[in-house]
Nanobody, 125 residues
């Protein structure tokens, strides 16, 4: 059974940092393209970042470029999203997703096979 489990969310003040983790079981993430998505109340799920399957190229949506960094640790079978300079508009539930695909960047939710349960990130003073 495949599971993706996100951790690391929480409440942080504007300008603060969080690191989200997404640990996998049942699959080896090194063979998958990874997506980080977020969904705020009343809004559609949107891509935040992608990691390519084979060469770990990264993609970031414009609103997080320069503030967020996605990475993977194959030994830990875990991917990360380091979020710095957080803003209130970053408040959302964050999800990791995985797909066996060479398409890059895979920015649409429907492109992904496996999803985590989500972790809440709230940015407020």
């Amino acid at each position: 059974q495949v599971q993706l489990v996100e951790t690391g969310g929480g409440l942080v003040q504007p300008g603060g940092s969080l690191r989200l983790s997404c640990a996998a079981s049942g699959i080896h993430l090194e063979f998958y393209a990874i997506g980080w998505f977020r969904q705020a109340p009343g809004k559609e799920r949107e891509v935040v970042s992608c990691i390519a399957r084979k060469d770990d190229r990264t993609y970031y949506t414009d609103s997080v470029q320069g503030r967020f960094t996605a990475s993977r640790d194959n030994a830990q079978n875990t991917v990360y999203l380091q979020m710095n300079g957080l803003k209130p508009e970053d408040t959302a539930t964050y999800y990791c997703a995985a797909v066996v695909s060479l398409n890059f960047p895979a920015t649409l939710p429907e492109e992904y096979t496996y999803w985590g349960q989500g972790t809440q990130v709230s940015v407020s003073s």
